[in-house]
């Protein structure tokens, strides 16, 4: 898809004394932030996802009635999903900027502009810094308290993929065919391993290997540690989804129409899930719990699949469903791009509630403290709780 070029350059700084009371509640976070979790602990979003699983799942208790508590007015399309963390939001925009929001009450701490738009990227927090891609190619490391740049690496070609941060580094997927791993300190590329497409997945991570699926229609497992590819299964078509992990499994959507669950353990495609009726790709990517696979499809539907990888439930909405659901005290939070929010049941896909945002929401909700955010095309930044 073709994106307009804008920039527009804004920066702010918090008062010192804001600045040192973020820098103490990302500090006090770090900890918990850096440890791989299946779930995504209850008061942090770091990344995409939620965790390096990519599950898509939060321990958070939300309400159970939802109301609008803010909006942010972005200026340009949201298709970054947000990363909480110690009640701050990182969002990126199509404006060119990422912004640190104040997750109370939405209030502006600072904004950078990255001189290109942010698309499908999303941010990730670790230990201080936050990490975000560009269209132009960039990979932007940021002091988390107060938006200054830290340093900034620059790939051959755009980024939709998201930053995912295992201990000293950082890896992220380019369209110029690459993985890249980077050092958190100063950017320096520790490895580069070449695919034969451009990688739009976001990596998921577990066991010292790195998984992604990609648009030459192979999954791959690339060990972190030295980029030495483990294995790689044909997909028998390409993917846009990035692979969720759940007891050593990994669940992701095609453009061929299915769902595919494969056994890392195996390293064979164990099921595939195609509706009956309606042919349509999944770019959406799946958000896994114990007993339920949920997924967006462009046939305008959310499925959620039982772990044999047959339908349990399939939910109508009024467009494609390109948002990635989230799951959190037994519902299903997500966007559809008819511009309404839903919550759905679980277990049965009954709808609880839906919210009217009337512009196509294809960012995926990060929840944290009770509240959920979520971007919209039309540039508003929501939060309910």
Known sequence: MKLRNRKFRTTCSLPSLTVGLLTLLLT??????????????????????????LTGVSQSTVPATL????????????????AIAGGTVFVGSQKGELVALNLENGGVYWKYNTDSQIGESSPAYSAGVVYIGDLSGWINALNASDGKKLWAFKTGGEIKSSPVVVGDRVLIGSYD?????????????LWKFRTDGPVHATPSVSGGLAFIAGCDELFRAIRISDGQQVFSVASGSYTGASPALQAGAAYYGT????????????RRIVWRYEHPQRKFPF?????????????????????????????????ATGARVESSPAIAGGRVFVGSNDGRFYVLNLSTGAKLWEFNAGSPLSASPAIANGRIVIGSQDGRLYCFG
Request: charged share 15%.
């Open 255 to 266: 453009f061929g129409n299915e769902v595919l669950m494969l056994s890392l353990r195996d």
């Open 177 to 189: 065919q690459h993985l890249y791993c980077l050092s958190t300190r100063n950017g320096s590329v």
């Open 283 to 315: 770019y959406s990517s799946a958000a896994v719990s114990a007993d339920r696979i949920v997924i967006g499809g462009r046939d305008k539907m959310i499925h959620g699949l039982n772990p044999a990888g047959k339908a349990a439930w399939t939910f």
């Open 67 to 82: 109301k609008l508590l803010w909006t942010y007015e972005a200026g340009d399309s949201i298709e970054s999903s947000a």
């Open 28 to 53: 006090a976070h770090c900890s918990l932030l850096t440890v791989p979790a299946q779930d995504t602990p209850a008061n942090n979003w770091p990344q995409f996802r939620g965790n390096q699983s």
